[in-house]
């Protein structure tokens, strides 16, 4: 067996095996990991069908800006009570599986059987090293033919830019200050120091240290002892 | 098989294609869901770069690079949609989350 | 297959790695002799002399001291956390070529690890990659102080990354090459201005990229003045205020093998790498890159701590406006091929 196949192997295998946890594990977070293993693997098989630039771009996008983007939002919004995968809807969960198993061999049957090959194209691997590399030779192709979908992918991120500063604020403008600084805005620094919109006594004073965090409330609080510390966990679950 | 095929990759892509696939049916947690879609157009971008190796073109990179900028832009608005979303009714839930059907 | 190239660039790399842990454990030191001199103090001098065997003191201490898991933390992500900063910081040091060919028993050895042909590129997805030894680490830690340490790293280095990488785009059109073997080859031609013979180093052709590329490396690797995420006087220690032991020294390595790191890159963009007066060689890299360590620490020994909504505010409404112009300007220079560049 040639080492090649050796290795196409191994990662194919991490990526699967990877993939697979990003669906099975219970916590958010280890499923954002899995999928960072997932893409890193992937992004080596690129390497081995001639495509470093694509490999990349895969880390750089989507492991190094996506995912972690999705990590970022994973710690800001709510973690209390999160759906759970292995309680409830049996249902559905079987009719998932097997809709897959389906399309599996669907797919398989498929690429088994497959006896169209399209034309060869224009950049066998003696073109590719002529201009300089993978990367010269994609330049030249998207400058040239891709012209006209590049500029369009241009103004797709000028509006999904747009789009996510017009998401990111509330509706109101009482609202808009209210919401973002009270309740879900994890305030990183505040430019002032002190936030005048923030009434004080969202603090818990000294007598209510029952008071479990309410719904969206999400005030940092100063722990005065280790139990109370424990008591009340910023983010995710307890683990004892 | 003793040699790398297309086949090898198709398969990976496959396996890939429908894990994400099962995710998407089976979780509830919005974060999730959208973890698995990344790893759909993934599986989708192993199918094009490996016919793009197998016939010598580089249309299929340029397609999975289209791909990867189109993913990132719906990164962008999916985490606001999804911020939005826990911002107002507080949970990422999607079987909470029914206020156009109702 | 031919195995020989394969296992030259293994020991290379070996050897490459042992050098860098060596020049980070001294740069511990030195870093603490010169904000020592700075501040009117000795710093450390006991220990060996001129305080030399400090390192290693440093060492023994971080190794032999108890690994604390708190109870609140997510234990698999907790212990993992570190390796994965240590481990991915010195991969972008693979990419920097430390001199020409030179012939040992009759082979033909380059003088670095792999030159590929996206080398820049993949330091700046390794730089990203590091990203998540921080994030983990400040979310497992189960501390209010470590998450935000990790929220504010990420925005960072995400805001900064962009800067980073676009700052490098006027090389690429200069060279219309992403491997830094022949960025480096471009460099060590001369460059004829009116009477004068100047090296062709892109500190002289893309000055506000070289200083967009300072700004944001030091931002990237969370050195003072932009230190927000560990902040000692707010967060405690941002991220790693529970680590305790090796652990903490993991992060605390790569901390430093970054700085090594982006400092020897810094040097083979901007500063023509081994290209130097009287003989080239890999001495004039090492001179250029303790340039950037020195820089380094003057900034930590001068600067106060930026205020979060500042550093956000420079990265998104000042820096990257400039890349940008940086960016256009070249192309325009490029396209109607002005001077010799």
Redesign the interface.
């Known amino acids: 067996?040639?080492?090649?196949?050796l290795i196409?192997y191994l990662l194919?295998g991490v990526?699967?095996a990877a993939?697979?946890g990003?669906?099975l594990a219970r916590?958010?977070?280890?499923?954002?990991?899995s999928?960072?293993l997932?893409?890193?693997n992937?992004a080596a098989?690129?390497v081995?069908?001639?495509?470093?630039?694509?490999?990349?771009?895969?880390?750089?996008?989507?492991?190094?800006?996506?995912?972690?983007?999705?990590?970022?939002?994973?710690?800001?919004?709510?973690q209390q009570d999160?759906?759970e995968?292995h309680g409830g809807?049996p249902l559905?969960?079987a009719?998932?599986?097997l809709?897959?198993l389906v399309?599996?061999a669907e797919?398989?049957a498929a690429?088994?059987t497959?006896s169209l090959?399209?034309?060869?194209?224009?950049?066998?691997?003696e073109a590719?090293a002529a201009v300089?590399?993978?990367?010269?030779?994609?330049g030249r192709?998207?400058y040239s033919v891709?012209m006209l979908?590049i500029q369009a992918?241009a103004l797709?991120?000028l509006?999904?830019?747009v789009?996510?500063l017009?998401?990111?604020r509330?509706e109101l403008i009482e609202e808009r200050l209210a919401?973002a600084r009270r309740?879900?805005t994890?305030s990183?620094?505040h430019?002032r120091g002190v936030d005048p919109l923030q009434p004080v006594a969202e603090l818990p004073g000294p007598h209510d240290n029952e008071r479990k965090p309410a719904?969206?409330d999400r005030v940092?609080v100063m722990a005065r002892n280790a139990e109370e510390?424990?008591e009340q966990?910023?983010?995710?679950e307890?683990?004892? | 098989?003793?040699?790398?095929t297309t086949?090898?990759?198709?398969?990976?892509s496959?396996?890939?294609?429908?894990?994400?696939?099962?995710?998407v049916?089976?979780?509830?947690?919005v974060?999730?869901i959208?973890?698995?879609v990344?790893?759909m157009l993934?599986a989708v971008?192993?199918s094009f770069?490996?016919?793009?190796?197998?016939?010598?073109?580089?249309?299929g990179?340029?397609f999975?690079?289209?791909v990867?900028?189109?993913?990132?832009?719906?990164?962008?608005?999916g985490?606001?949609?999804?911020?939005?979303l826990?911002?107002r009714l507080?949970?990422?839930?999607i079987?909470e989350v029914r206020q156009l059907r109702e | 297959?031919d195995w020989e190239p394969l296992i030259v660039s293994y020991l290379f790399g070996f050897v490459l790695l042992n050098v860098l842990l060596l020049a980070m454990a001294y740069m511990t030191w030195l870093e603490r002799r010169l904000v020592a001199f700075f501040q009117d103090r000795i710093g450390p001098n006991r220990t060996g002399p001129f305080g030399l065997l400090q390192p290693i003191a440093d060492a023994v201490k971080l190794i032999s001291k108890e690994d604390i898991v708190p109870?609140?933390?997510?234990?698999?992500?907790f212990l993992v956390a570190p390796l994965l900063s240590f481990v991915l910081a010195p991969l972008g040091a693979l990419v920097v070529p430390f001199g020409d060919a030179v012939t040992v028993f009759g082979r033909q050895v380059n003088l670095y690890v792999i030159d590929?042909?996206?080398a820049a590129?993949?330091f700046?997805?390794v730089g990203?990659?590091g990203?998540?030894g921080i994030?983990?680490g400040g979310?497992a830690s189960?501390?209010?102080y470590s998450?935000?340490g990790?929220?504010?790293s990420?925005?960072q280095?995400?805001s900064y990354?962009l800067v980073l990488?676009l700052s490098l785009v006027g090389i690429f059109i200069l060279t219309?090459?992403?491997?830094l073997v022949d960025i480096l080859r471009v460099q060590q031609r001369t460059l004829v201005l009116g009477g004068l013979e100047l090296p062709n180093w892109f500190l002289l052709s893309q000055p506000l990229a070289f200083v967009l590329f300072l700004i944001a490396a030091v931002a990237e690797t969370n050195r003072a003045p932009f230190d927000?995420p560990e902040a000692e006087t707010?967060l405690i220690a941002g991220y790693f205020t529970e680590y305790s032991g090796f652990r903490f020294s993991f992060y605390f390595l790569a901390e430093y093998i970054n700085m090594i790191v982006v400092s020897l890159i810094a040097a083979t963009l901007f500063l023509g790498g081994i290209d130097g007066p009287f003989v080239d060689g890999v001495w004039w890299l090492a001179v250029k890159a303790f340039i950037f360590l020195f820089f380094y620490v003057w900034l930590r020994a001068t600067l106060p701590r930026f205020?979060?909504?500042q550093l956000m505010g420079l990265a998104w409404k000042v820096l990257l406006p400039l890349a940008l112009i940086n960016i256009g300007v070249t192309g325009l220079v490029r396209l109607w091929g002005i001077g010799a560049l």
Do not use: K
């Open positions: 067996m040639a080492i090649e196949v196409f194919a990526a699967i993939a697979a990003v669906v916590n958010p977070v280890h499923s954002a990991v999928l960072v997932s893409f890193v992937v098989i690129y081995m069908l001639r495509a470093e630039f694509l490999a990349v771009a895969q880390v750089i996008v989507y492991t190094g800006a996506i995912i972690v983007l999705v990590l970022f939002v994973l710690m800001l919004v709510q999160l759906p995968f809807r559905r969960r009719v998932g599986f809709l897959g399309l599996l797919v398989a690429i088994l497959r090959r399209g034309a060869p194209g224009s950049w066998p691997p590719v300089g590399g993978n990367i010269q030779a994609i192709e998207l891709y979908p992918t797709l991120l509006a999904a830019t789009g996510a017009f998401l990111a509330p919401v309740l879900f994890i990183l620094a430019p719904g969206g940092l510390f424990t966990p910023a983010w995710g307890i683990r004892r | 098989m003793s040699e790398l086949a090898h990759f198709l398969f990976l496959a396996a890939l294609f429908i894990i994400g696939m099962v995710g049916l089976t979780r509830r947690n974060l999730i959208f973890m698995c990344e790893l993934n971008n192993v770069i490996g016919f793009a190796w197998e016939q010598n073109a580089l249309t990179q340029i999975a690079l289209f990867i900028a189109v993913a990132a832009a719906e990164a962008v608005i985490l606001g949609i999804v911020m939005a826990s911002r507080d949970t990422v839930d079987d | 297959m109870a609140n933390a997510d234990r698999l992500v590929i042909n996206v590129l993949y700046l997805a990203s990659m990203v998540y994030i983990l979310y189960g501390n209010r998450l935000l990790a929220l504010r990420t925005a280095v995400i990354e990488g219309g090459s992403l491997s927000l707010e205020r979060y909504d």
